[in-house]
Nanobody
Framework: QVQLAESGGGLVQAGDSLRLSCAAS????????LGWFRQAPGKERDFVAAISRSGDSPSYADSVKGRFTISKEYTKNTVYLQMNSLKPEDTAVYYC?????????????????WGQGTQVTVSS
């Protein structure tokens, strides 16, 4: 069973950048597809970005495409989410997610493992 721990959230201004990290421990890092979801107050948890179990095929929600980049560093068992050109509507709790499938499911009920979340707040 994999354990996930996010870090890197904070309060920034619109246009700034942040990098979120998700450290994974437990079974072999390469056995999991990994990704990020986010949940704003009063809203559902939505898919943001994912990278496949093989470390390629990154995918993004339309709302973050071109601004966010997901990457996987095997030597540190860590997946990153580089967030550039942040907007107030990016404000949410960001959750790291993992699945033993080749590709990360997009539905929250199909996700096997979650981190505890990290708050990102973007002021205008």
């Amino acid at each position: 069973q994999v354990q996930l721990a996010e870090s890197g959230g904070g309060l920034v201004q619109a246009g700034d950048s942040l990098r979120l990290s998700c450290a994974a421990s437990g079974p072999t890092f390469s056995m999991y597809a990994l990704g990020w979801f986010r949940q704003a107050p009063g809203k559902e948890r939505d898919f943001v970005a994912a990278i496949s179990r093989s470390g390629d095929s990154p995918s993004y929600a339309d709302s973050v495409k071109g601004r966010f980049t997901i990457s996987k560093e095997y030597t540190k068992n860590t997946v990153y989410l580089q967030m550039n050109s942040l907007k107030p509507e990016d404000t949410a709790v960001y959750y790291c997610a993992a699945s033993p499938l080749m590709f990360l499911p997009r539905r929250t009920q199909d996700i096997g493992y979650w981190g505890q979340g990290t708050q990102v707040t973007v002021s205008s």
